[in-house]
């Protein structure tokens, strides 16, 4: 009624016309969690240029030093540097957490959009989603490495099979609800086809609330590579990636804590940045749920 | 009526399950619409009138085919649509189309103005891109809204606007029967009387039928030429517009005509209020579903369902105690 | 009328204005210096299109307003002569369901839907009176057969998905009722119904009033429902009262242009416009809050709009009676 008139002309003129200053001012949290995030980013692909070693160099010399003027974040049991092997750890997570985010959306959209318009399709892929949703992550990779050889993308193998289900249920949901809007049957009687009525009616209504999830994967992404790989079902040794620097540095966390800190610190500040990131998004593209925060 | 009508109705059903059990099993039905006739002829409106939960919008739903018909036939200018396949139907939908009853819901938020009436053109493939934009902004110009607000999404529209666009739309294809399932019930009355004023223009100028499904007995009496009065999943009378305010044969009818607010003060009256609630779809009472509600009725009403009898002036009731 | 006419009013609303923030830039007004009274046994209607302020002002009486944005910018709403625009929070608590109650118009989304009926209804009473449980639930019971639902003491066990829409609201207002409130306000109480249910609940809105002297606020866009009910109207226009006036002075003589085309407006049953004669069209649409015009807010859409309008707005003049329209043209000698 007039509540909800005055509600609307309130929220909505202001969303359309905002430069990205002005929004930036408006949702403070989330510009932080991007400009860290960009920040992290950054120093991963950058990694080979800003670093101060090779990440792979080994200095026995040096071994575990505290971090000092050459060595910024200190050195490992092998002498090598901490501050570059972070930055190039970054780079395994980055990877990882693009990737899986976006192979299990993709697939996830796919099925989604299937069991959610057609009912036989739906009885029969959403069991067999119950079924991986109750594949633990962990086993699998270690399935999976037992299998092949280590190697990254075995990680976003088995990192994104469980979390395929996940995005699957989403998609359905939504277009379960979608598919019921009178302009759905309005489309229809105007006789707009299978296709059409997906790509133009059906399917835009998922990507805001995919976006955000596929923001949620990676930051969950990013994690779950690091358990698998301090386990050492995950990213194979030779390669630095937070989860096996944290995993060698544990060992000697009582004389050189700095081996596990900075990795940590780092691991932190990636999946917090894109969670917060993440919940702005969703406060953004769907600003009737900010309206009541 | 010797011409041929634009839509024929023949014995109408449409059930719903209702699942229960282990299996989700149909263990019962909704009779939404439990077998009902009409014809509408050339440039009629019929209005379809009834209480929520009568069947009325699913009627114009089956229709359309928007809900597969239980049974029953649906002839759209002499030729039988109920049977068609998905490509053959999508190609009859140029001669028939509805405007919704929420201007909010039927229209696509994520669509502009233009797209959301150039869509069907689209659909049909029918003439150039520019000949489409020419079209609807002809379009435009005719229900009232002006060209320049194309590029506007439906948000920005106030109800009657929308529910203009939403006309425009149902125009797009030049169909020949246009279902209104209920097309001004969310309006204010300012408003509602230019859609009302829209749609009787429309349909003096183009030589449009009209199926008006509508609960507002003062609008259905305004643009009908004649009158269907459904209660529950069945027509109970059917006649011109006239005979059916003026000298109404079913008790319900009467019953409905007496509930609706006096336009006067001064006419204020104590009147007959039917008693309790319409029984439920799923076991409608035996006999006349009217029964355990009608002032009038006898045993005989228990029993036997009174046939719908129609006289020479096309006034028909369905009723064992009173007849056309 | 069955009561004294000259009694004080029970209900004095005086200069209401009520106003929404808008972040930056001055509150949009929503309700503009509305003032009337209710007397006991009255039945009030107050009419207008969505928007025009008609559901705020009753949200105003109560202090339902949403916070934080809408808030009462000025003036008193004098219950008994207790200004209930200055009492505490908890003050208000003890009026709301016991000398104010609301009914609303969707009788579903106003009961909860995991408690029984009678619980529901005799907790308003709990609440407000000090008796205990069974006696309490025994006037629960009293209230659902003054109602006249069928079955009382079955229906106190169930929960509202089991009625229908019809008995939810009979419900709703067993539940405004049960305390013997001063003042009823019912925000379009029939809307979602269907006629013939619209029929006995109007009727019974009317019955009860005799009974218990309640005065009643009737809020509603019908004015079918209007003539039906009121003894007193008064038209809102976007968010200003537009005229006023006993049922028959409005219906006889409906004197602001607005009114006039509200009424020719509607299609109503045997309404002598003659079959598909054009339906009185109010041009253009109802301007958003944060866009009224100055001067009168109906000058925009107005058939016989001067130069003057657009500049001043018309004060309420005196057409007789006690009816009085805002209108320079019809009701003013400009």
Redesign the interface.
């Known amino acids: ?3 909800t ?6 929220a ?1 003129q202001p969303r359309r016309r905002a430069s990205l200053l002005r929004r930036m001012r408006r949702y403070p949290l989330p510009t932080i969690g991007a400009l860290l995030l960009i920040l992290l980013v950054a120093s991963a692909l950058g990694a080979p240029w800003i670093a101060t070693h090779d990440p792979f160099e080994m200095n026995v010399v040096d071994r575990l030093q505290p971090p000092n003027a050459d060595y910024w974040f200190g050195t490992d049991a092998y002498g090598r540097d901490m501050f570059s092997r972070t930055l190039h750890g970054g780079r395994v997570s980055l990877v990882i957490g693009i990737a899986v985010a976006v192979a299990s959306t993709i697939i996830g959209l796919v099925i989604g959009v299937i069991a959610g318009y057609f009912r036989l399709a739906d009885a029969i892929l959403m069991r067999i989603m119950d079924g991986l949703m109750a594949i633990p992550g962990i086993l699998l990779a270690i399935a999976l490495m037992s299998l092949t050889r280590a190697s990254v993308w075995v990680v976003v193998v088995a990192i994104t099979i469980p979390e395929i289900p996940r995005v699957v249920r989403l998609v359905r949901a939504v277009v379960l609800t979608v598919r019921e ?3 759905i ?9 299978f296709p ?1 009525l997906m790509l ?2 059906i399917l ?2 998922t990507l805001a609330p995919l976006i955000v999830q596929a923001t949620y994967i990676a930051a969950s992404a990013v994690l779950v590579e690091s358990y698998l790989s301090f386990l050492g079902v995950g990213t194979p040794p030779e390669v630095p990636s937070w989860g096996n620097i944290i995993a060698e540095g544990r060992l000697y966390v009582q004389i050189a804590f700095w081996n596990i800190l900075f990795p940590s610190v780092f691991l932190g500040l990636m999946v917090l940045s894109i969670n917060i990131l993440g919940d702005g998004l969703r406060d953004m593209l769907d600003p009737r749920l900010a309206r009541r925060l | 009526m010797t011409e041929t009508p634009v839509l024929q109705v023949d014995g109408l059903v449409k059930h719903y399950p209702v699942r229960g059990g282990l299996f989700g099993r149909a263990v019962a039905h909704v009779r939404a619409v439990d077998g009902i006739s009409f014809a509408i002829a050339p440039g009629e409106t019929l209005g379809l009138v009834g209480e929520s939960g009568c069947g009325k919008s699913t009627v114009g739903k089956a229709i359309l085919r928007l809900v597969e018909p239980t049974a029953g036939r649906v002839t759209l200018e002499g030729e039988d649509i109920t049977a068609l396949g998905r490509a053959a139907m999508i190609a009859k939908r140029r001669r028939m189309q509805v405007i919704f009853q929420d201007p909010y819901s039927s229209l696509n938020p994520r669509m502009t103005a233009g797209d959301i009436v150039q869509e069907p053109l689209v659909n049909f493939g029918i003439g150039t891109r520019a000949e489409q934009r020419e079209r609807v902004d002809a379009l435009f110009a005719r229900v009232g809204l002006r060209p320049d607000q194309r590029r506007n999404y439906p948000h920005e529209f106030s109800g009657g606007q929308r529910q203009r666009l939403g006309i425009a739309r149902a125009l797009a294809l030049g169909p020949s029967i246009i279902i209104g399932d209920e097309p001004v019930s969310a309006l204010d009355v300012s408003v509602q009387a230019q859609v009302i004023n829209l749609m009787v223009d429309l349909q003096e100028e183009l030589k449009l039928s009209y199926l008006f499904v509508a609960h507002d007995l003062g609008v259905v009496e305004h643009i009908s030429h004649r009158v269907a009065v459904m209660y529950l999943g069945k027509i109970v009378e059917i006649a011109p517009r006239a005979a059916l305010f003026e000298t109404p044969l079913h008790p319900y009818t009467e019953a409905l005509l007496a509930a609706v607010p006096v336009a006067h003060p001064r006419l204020r009256r104590k009147r007959i209020v039917l008693k309790g609630d319409v029984p439920s779809p799923i076991n409608p009472p035996p006999g006349c579903r009217f029964h355990t509600r009608c002032p009038i009725a006898v045993p005989l009403c228990r029993e036997v369902e009174p046939p719908l009898i129609a006289n020479a002036a096309g006034h028909a009731v369905a009723c064992h105690l009173r007849s056309a | 009328m069955a009561f004294d006419a000259a009694e004080a009013p029970v209900l004095v609303v005086d200069g209401l204005r009520t106003e929404f923030a808008t972040g930056e830039g001055p509150p949009s007004v929503a309700v503009h210096d509305l003032s009337f009274t209710v007397r006991r046994g009255e039945t009030l209607c107050i009419v207008g299109e969505s928007g025009c302020g008609k559901s705020l002002t009753a949200l105003s009486i109560l202090r339902l307003l949403p916070r934080p944005y809408g808030r009462i910018g000025a003036g008193r709403v004098l219950l008994d002569g207790q200004d209930l625009a200055q009492i505490s929070d908890a003050e208000m608590r003890a009026v709301r369901g016991r000398a104010i109650s609301m009914i609303f118009q969707e009788p579903m989304s106003s009961l909860n839907p995991v408690l029984t009926i009678g619980r529901q209804i005799a907790e308003t009473v709990m609440v407000h009176e000090q008796l205990d449980w069974s006696a309490c639930m025994g006037r629960a019971l009293e209230m659902l057969r003054q109602v006249r639902i069928p079955e009382p003491e079955r229906r106190l066990q169930e929960y509202p998905h089991q009625l229908s829409g019809g008995m939810r609201q009979r419900v709703m207002i067993a539940m405004a009722l049960v305390c013997r409130p001063r003042v009823l306000l019912a925000d379009e109480p029939t809307t979602a119904l269907d006629v013939t249910i619209q029929a006995q609940i109007l009727d019974l809105v009317r019955d009860l009033q005799q009974e218990t002297g309640t005065a009643v606020i009737l809020i509603t866009h019908d004015l079918g429902v209007v003539a039906e009910m009121a003894e007193r109207v008064l038209v809102m226009y976007a968010g200003n009262k537009v005229e006023e006036g006993s049922v028959t002075e409005i219906f006889d003589a409906p004197t602001h242009p607005y009114t006039r085309g509200l009424m020719a407006a509607m299609p109503h049953l045997g309404g002598g416009q003659g079959h598909r004669g054009r339906l009185n069209e109010i041009p253009g649409v109802v301007p958003a809050l944060h866009a009224r015009p100055p001067g009168c807010s109906f000058a925009p859409r107005c058939p016989l709009v001067l130069d003057k309008c657009r500049v001043e707005a018309p004060p309420l003049l005196g057409v007789g009676g006690t009816h009085a329209a805002a209108c320079w043209v019809t009701a003013g000698n400009a």
Do not use: D, F, V
């Not at chain 1, 049957?185 to 086809?193: L, M, V």
């Open positions: 009624m007039s509540t008139i005055l509600g609307a002309s309130l909505e809007q009178i302009y049957e309005a489309a229809t009687a105007i006789g707009t086809g059409r133009k009616h835009p209504n």
